[in-house]
């Protein structure tokens, strides 16, 4: 018999440590870490746990609880999983049940396991190519019919010779934004069949596969100089200028690794990215490609969980195209790691906990499995760039775009001289009406980026000022005209637009500023022929509503794309010619020390879209401040120069990256209680970390939801490991969190805050 009668066991929850169970007699052969268990903890809950260590030590606790069973007899989480699951609890400050709760989300813990059929759909027989025109052409007037069966062989990538090639029906539908309805017609019809099979062991072929791109002579050298600088280092930057086809230098490695058997990991900040680079990937090394975010569904997610876990050549994915939570996919023999769009914000989750960077966190899992990781940016973030100087990365550079197309030429517009002269028309000045209206006679595509959304950002009374604010947070309410409501943008709560002030009773209330939603609608009026559309997060709520705005400006059904944040980096269209930065002052002008690296790098990456493919595009900035040296900056797409000066004021501060950065925020539903809290942990910070210790203070939202909020900062010496310094912070917080009364606090903390 075994010793081993104990099991530590991470449960989901937010208590830091992990939970000694007895094993039953009847397991103990059976129990090993990485298996699910029911548990339970509490009066009276069950919980499902992981467990992460299986001993023979009692621990010293009366009462012991056993492990009711297990959820099934193999491990569902693998050893490098939980090394990664531990070193984000100890570095982000965080439970290892907070990151369980991230890692495997809800839905999967409970379906993980269970086999489903799933209903595949492929050719009827093998058609030649002038058999599928000839059907293809009948369907004219069944244009969805003509269009799911293109779909599917775009998809599938299926030719007169090549085998066919089966594809979950769900997949298809989705891909093809198709119907079940559609597709039934189709099957009626004899054209395709439908085939139901279990789910694993489906025996796919792949399909057609498109040799990979030959590559550009200054890509060759890249390629070259990052593969030698692997045999040394296991980061490398690659520092591209937007366009200059740093995708396809992945896709060579992607290529490299997939003959070697390993795993490739491929993270995107945005799924809005996500829509275009598999495609591209699918088209080069078929089923083998998975992508995951958080818009799948439950049964989804499980599908490409257990085939990133297996090992049967034909049914497991090699590489995975995903966002940040892609890194805690089952993974057991990872070569690469790419980064792309490294220095983006949306990598570094917020809340709730684990509040993780998954860049640096993708940088320690490649270490556990021995991969290398490639990061990529055309704007990389001042830590990697500096990284990458003092040696401890590689780096690598191109410096032109691909094909030699310049890079866009930027006019600065200005809009207070604009506004003098009365030139403006609506919120457009004369540069960015010309240059939109030269595009359009031309049937080329425009940009406009504005990262507000809504109609106004808020409304203001004429008469005396009064400008409605949202009785939860201390925050403006939004316009948003579509639904006809004032809403929040931090806890969501909504009114009516109302009729009058709620001051002074006048009726004379007026939008001010403008959001994404007023620029679609004023465009309109100026262009009344131009297509529009907007996509920002209220215009895609739905699963496929990114692949859908994608698509259509892909496919030119429409002119000019308004967009936030979202359309700003990474898209890569055909005939898009021209970019419009609204509004640049409200980017500088915000209170963070990575303000002006974010400014920048957003207007150079908006910018980015512009001339990707036959010419150099034209991007119209819109200021009231055309001398500020950021934009200036961004004229001349001078990247290193902003790095320099960023390095320098920050070296000058002591700011990251020349030190460590631990955020605590604490809030309470009470003012004067918070800032005596506050206050108190503040003052015990500074006995031990002295001038290191910056606040107590409000942050500029400081109230959200009801509670109100004080900010904490300390910066820790770069040089020395932060552990010791973490553990000091840990234990002030334990001291607050005995007082009396301090239970009805919430303390926040964030390592390396964004
Ligand atoms: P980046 O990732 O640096 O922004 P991309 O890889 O998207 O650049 O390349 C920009 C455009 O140039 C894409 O449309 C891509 O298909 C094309 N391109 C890049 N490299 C090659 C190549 N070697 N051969 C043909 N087309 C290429
Ligand atoms: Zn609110
Ligand atoms: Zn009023």
Redesign the pocket.
């Known amino acids: 018999m075994s010793n081993n009668r104990f099991a530590d066991i991470i449960l989901p929850l937010a208590v830091r440590g992990r939970f000694t169970y007895m094993i039953p007699e009847n397991l103990v052969e059976i129990v090993r870490p990485g298996m699910m268990v029911s548990v339970q903890f509490g009066s009276r809950r069950l919980y499902s746990g992981i467990v992460c260590k299986v001993h023979d030590k009692s621990p010293e606790i009366k009462n012991i609880k056993s492990i009711i069973n297990v959820r099934d007899n193999t491990s569902l989480i693998n050893k490098l999983q939980l090394t990664l699951w531990q070193w984000i609890s100890e570095y982000y400050l965080c439970s290892e049940g907070e990151v369980m709760k991230a890692a495997i989300p809800g839905e999967i813990s409970q379906n993980i396991f269970k086999p489903r059929l799933e209903t595949f759909i492929k050719l009827s027989r093998k058609y030649t190519e002038d058999e599928l025109n000839a059907i293809l052409d009948n369907l004219k007037r069944a244009p969805r019919q003509q269009e799911l069966l293109s779909s599917y062989l775009r998809i599938t990538g299926y030719a007169t010779g090549t085998e066919i090639f089966p594809i979950s029906k769900s997949a298809l539908l989705t891909e093809s934004q198709s119907s079940a309805v559609i597709l039934k017609v189709l099957v009626k019809r004899g054209i395709l069949v439908t085939d139901d099979q279990p789910v694993p062991g489906i025996p796919e072929t792949d399909g057609y596969k498109e040799p990979l791109?030959?590559?550009?002579d200054a890509?060759s050298t890249a390629w070259g100089e990052i593969k030698s600088q692997f045999r040394e280092k296991d980061i490398v930057l690659l520092h591209?200028v937007?366009?200059?086809?740093?995708?396809?230098i992945y896709i060579h490695l992607i290529e490299e690794q997939l003959k070697q058997g390993k795993q490739i990991l491929y993270l995107l900040p945005e799924i809005a990215l996500t829509t275009q680079i598999i495609d591209r990937l699918r088209r080069h090394f078929g089923a083998v490609t998975g992508i995951f975010h958080s818009r799948f569904s439950a049964h989804e997610k499980v599908e490409i969980w257990n085939r990133v876990a297996e090992n049967d050549p034909l049914y497991c994915y090699k590489l995975i195209l995903g966002v940040r939570s892609s890194l805690f996919l089952p993974f057991s023999n990872l070569g690469l790691i790419i980064v792309d769009e490294e220095h983006d914000g949306s990598y570094k989750q917020q809340d709730p906990a684990p509040r993780y960077h998954a860049r640096d966190s993708a940088i320690m899992l490649a270490s556990m499995h021995k991969a290398k990781v490639i990061l990529g940016s055309a704007t990389p973030s001042v830590e990697s760039y500096n990284n990458a100087m003092k040696g401890k990365y590689g780096l690598t550079e191109l410096k032109e775009r691909?094909?030699f197309i310049k890079l866009p030429s930027i006019i600065l517009a200005n809009t207070r001289e604009a506004y003098r002269k009365k030139l403006m028309v609506s919120n457009f000045t004369p540069e960015l009406l010309q240059a939109i209206d030269t595009a359009l006679g031309k049937d080329e595509q425009i940009i406009l980026f504005r990262n507000r959304r809504g109609f106004s950002p808020y409304i203001e009374c004429s008469e005396c000022g009064w400008i409605p604010v949202c009785v939860h947070c201390a925050v403006n309410l939004t316009y948003h005209k579509g639904i006809g409501k004032l809403v929040c943008h931090y806890c969501g709560y909504a009114i009516s637009m109302p009729s009058e002030c709620g001051n002074c009773h006048s009726s004379a209330m007026v939008t001010r500023g403008f959001g994404t939603e007023k620029i679609e609608d004023e465009i309109k009026i100026v262009f009344p022929a131009a297509r529009v559309a907007r996509m920002d997060q209220d215009t895609t709520r739905n699963k496929n509503s990114f692949n859908k705005l994608i698509r259509a400006f892909e496919e030119r059904r429409i002119d000019i794309l308004i967009g936030t944040q979202m359309i700003s980096k990474g898209l890569?269209f055909e005939n898009l010619t021209v970019v419009g930065i609204l509004n640049a002052d409200n980017l500088l002008n915000y209170p963070d020390f990575r303000a002006h690296e974010r400014s920048f790098q957003l207007m150079e990456q908006v910018s980015g879209r512009a001339g990707?493919?036959q010419k150099q595009g034209n991007v119209v900035i819109q200021t009231s401040d055309p001398a500020n040296k950021i934009i200036r900056l961004v004229l001349r797409h001078d990247y290193v120069s902003m790095f320099r000066i960023q390095a320098e004021e920050r070296m000058a501060f002591n700011y990251p990256p020349f030190c460590r950065m631990v955020k605590i925020s604490i809030k309470h539903r009470d003012r004067a209680q918070l800032n005596y809290y506050s206050d108190t942990l503040g003052r015990d910070l500074k006995a031990i970390f002295g001038k290191r210790v910056l606040g107590p203070e409000s942050p500029v939202i400081s109230q959200v939801q009801s509670w109100y909020i004080k900010t904490i900062l300390i910066k820790i010496e770069r040089e020395k490991p932060p552990a010791r310094a973490k553990h000091l912070i840990i234990e002030a917080i334990d001291r607050l969190e005995k007082e009396k009364g301090a239970s009805a606090l919430k303390i926040i903390l964030d390592v390396d805050p964004y």
């Not at 791109?213 to 550009?216: G, T």
């Not at 937007?242 to 396809?248: A, C, I, L, Y």
């Open positions: 791109k030959k590559l550009s890509q591209g937007t366009s200059s086809g740093k995708t396809e691909f094909g890569d990707r493919r």
